[in-house]
């Protein structure tokens, strides 16, 4: 069976020192859609067990039923008092590594080291590498074989200027996701901010926002198939 390994922020503050976590629905959506496919899956965060979870987002899909489910869910629970510490992982326990967003992962995971060699190494070996929304914050220096960026001669998605500044988090983050996707890729998103928006580009799959979420599963899922 296939097996994917959900990626999580450790942060639970914000560069003005608000919450900030990862966001609920960019988990459960694409969870289901992997689990309910019977994909094995594991969790890890930097720090290891229980990531913290960015209340904002609980509170906002409180009428969300898999997002309602997920927090409830007995079996997600153990995966998160039992999540690995990113520094434990071997990339070749693992088919995929998907990058669930919030703003924690531009604080923590951009620039972890662990995680840099982690995704180079998912990456370099031509397995699925995947992020929705803040998520491919994680990503911006990950490498190809040449030393190059992954985003480099691709086209990739992400939360975008706009989304950022019309939820007043310009100044929470230390970059904007969209700006610095655009340095070495090619930038691409929906017509209209907060529409689901998913690109496939070769190994690399990402997600714009909360609304790509289960789309981000999806593609994951075609990808395993193949």
Excluded: R
């Excluded at 629905?25 to 969790?43: M, Q, R, S, T």
């Amino acid at each position: 069976m296939p097996s994917v390994l959900f990626v999580y922020t450790s942060v639970d503050k914000n560069l003005k020192g608000g919450p900030t976590g990862w966001y609920l629905p960019e988990a459960a959506h694409p969870y289901y859609v992997l689990k309910n496919a019977g994909i094995d899956i594991d969790f890890a965060a930097p720090a290891g067990p229980n990531p913290p979870v960015d209340p904002s987002s609980v509170k906002m899909f409180a009428e969300d039923k898999e997002s309602v489910a997920f927090l409830n869910d007995e079996t997600a629970k153990a995966k998160f008092a039992s999540a690995k510490k990113l520094s434990d992982v071997k990339a070749e326990d693992y088919d995929a590594i998907f990058y669930v967003g919030g703003h924690g992962p531009v604080i923590d995971l951009a620039s972890d080291p662990v995680n840099i060699k982690l995704g180079s190494q998912f990456y370099q070996a031509g397995k699925v590498i995947s992020a929705v929304c803040h998520g491919p914050a994680a990503l911006v220096n990950v490498i190809d074989k040449d030393g190059k960026s992954i985003f480099t001669g691709k086209k990739a998605t992400g939360f975008s200027n706009v989304e950022e500044e019309q939820i007043k988090g310009l100044d929470i983050v230390p970059f904007l996701l969209e700006d610095k996707i655009k340095e070495v890729g090619t930038y691409e998103k929906a017509t209209e901010p907060w529409g689901p928006y998913v690109i496939v580009d070769g190994n690399l799959i990402t997600g714009q926002n909360p609304a790509s979420a289960a789309g981000v599963g999806k593609a994951i899922l075609e990808a395993l198939k193949k």
